[in-house]
């Protein structure tokens, strides 16, 4: 006798209806070999209040696979769309003039004291870059999530990261557009505009998360096979 799927899972699976078919922001290929995960598809775009993520890497980025070699990936993002406020580098280029850092980093534990194995998880952090800040690393930290206790703004499915970033702090500048920045390691950035927070996104927004909390997208990875429609009145 069968018996139905949980409703927690139904409730997932049917989510993925809502999800919209978001072409990427941008795309980036990596070299074989690389030290730490990096991303290699990446959705950004408001939601609502929010910006909305999907950063998919080429590996997974935490966990015991990369052990200590996880990933350690800076998005920035110009809410503005201008050069004359956020982050001042010493050098032009397309980091200048970033208000957000967004750091996705693969943490690993020091082994605890009881002989138990060490903790991993996935950790994001949100700074806001004033005119003086210098690096990603200056500014005031706007939140601090893990994908195990903040499951309603980030959550990870193998390779991808779903992610919601809070864009209602006032000191956060907004305008019609946003640049979006990624350094890879070694690489020269990658940029792309996106809509901004003001000027109405509404259909040019991105439903990657529904209701508040994660929606898997069905671009997620491309690779993978859309997961099947949920049982309804199947009792076997």
């Given at each position: 006798m069968k018996r139905p799927l949980p409703l927690l899972v139904c409730t997932l699976l049917a989510s993925t209806s809502f999800a919209a078919k978001e072409k990427p922001t941008f795309r980036y290929t990596a070299p074989p070999g690389g030290e730490r995960p990096v991303i290699v598809d990446a959705t950004v775009g408001p939601q609502g209040s929010d910006f909305a993520m999907r950063l998919r890497f080429d590996r997974e980025p935490w966990g015991e696979g990369c052990k200590s070699r996880c990933a350690n990936a800076t998005l920035l993002l110009d809410t503005d769309s201008s050069k004359q406020t956020g982050l001042h580098l010493t050098q032009d280029g397309p980091a200048n003039g970033a208000d957000v850092a967004i750091v996705v980093q693969g943490v690993r534990e020091a082994a605890n004291e009881d002989g138990s194995p060490p903790e991993t998880r996935l950790r994001v952090k949100v700074r806001l870059l004033a005119n003086d800040a210098r690096s990603a690393d200056d500014g005031e930290l706007l939140a601090e999530l893990n994908h195990r206790q903040d499951t309603e703004r980030l959550h990870v499915d193998e390779n991808t990261?779903?992610?919601?970033?809070?864009?209602?702090?006032?000191?956060?500048?907004?305008?019609?557009?946003?640049?979006?920045?990624?350094?890879?390691?070694?690489?020269?950035?990658?940029?792309?505009?996106?809509?901004?927070?003001?000027?109405?996104?509404?259909?040019?927004?991105?439903?990657?998360?529904?209701?508040?909390?994660?929606g898997k997208a069905r671009n997620a990875d491309p690779r993978k096979p859309k997961p099947p429609a949920s049982p309804t009145g199947d009792n076997g």
């Open positions: 990261v779903y992610l919601l970033v809070d864009a209602t702090s006032p000191a956060i500048p907004s305008a019609r557009k946003v640049r979006v920045v990624y350094q890879p390691p070694g690489a020269k950035p990658v940029q792309a505009t996106i809509p901004g927070m003001i000027g109405g996104a509404g259909g040019r927004g991105v439903r990657i998360f529904k209701d508040g909390s994660w």
